[in-house]
């Protein structure tokens, strides 16, 4: 095997093993602040920033129109729907825009 499948195995394994312990220590203490609870509820929002904004930032005139699209259109469709539009549009304006 070459070392790229070891190292997704490897990676796999500490993303179960992260997960599974941050389940098992927070079920020790039954029921959470709701501090606790608000900050874990924001962990999803401050993931998908960190992944969505810094392409925007540093990209073009075709990934920040996206952006925007994308914030539109998420509004008032589901999330899936969102991000199969938003891929084509992208796709579309990068064809275009160059």
Sequence with gaps: MSDTYWLIIAL???TYATRSLGYLIVAQFGTLHPRVMAALDA???AVITTI???PVIA???AEQATFVIA???SLR???PITLFIS???LA???AVIG
């Design 12 to 14: 796999g394994v500490a």
């Design 43 to 45: 962990v999803p929002a």
């Design 52 to 54: 969505v904004l810094p």
């Design 59 to 61: 990209g073009g005139l």
């Design 71 to 73: 914030v539109l259109m």
């Design 77 to 79: 469709l589901s999330m």
């Design 87 to 89: 891929i084509v549009v």
């Design 92 to 94: 579309l304006l990068r």
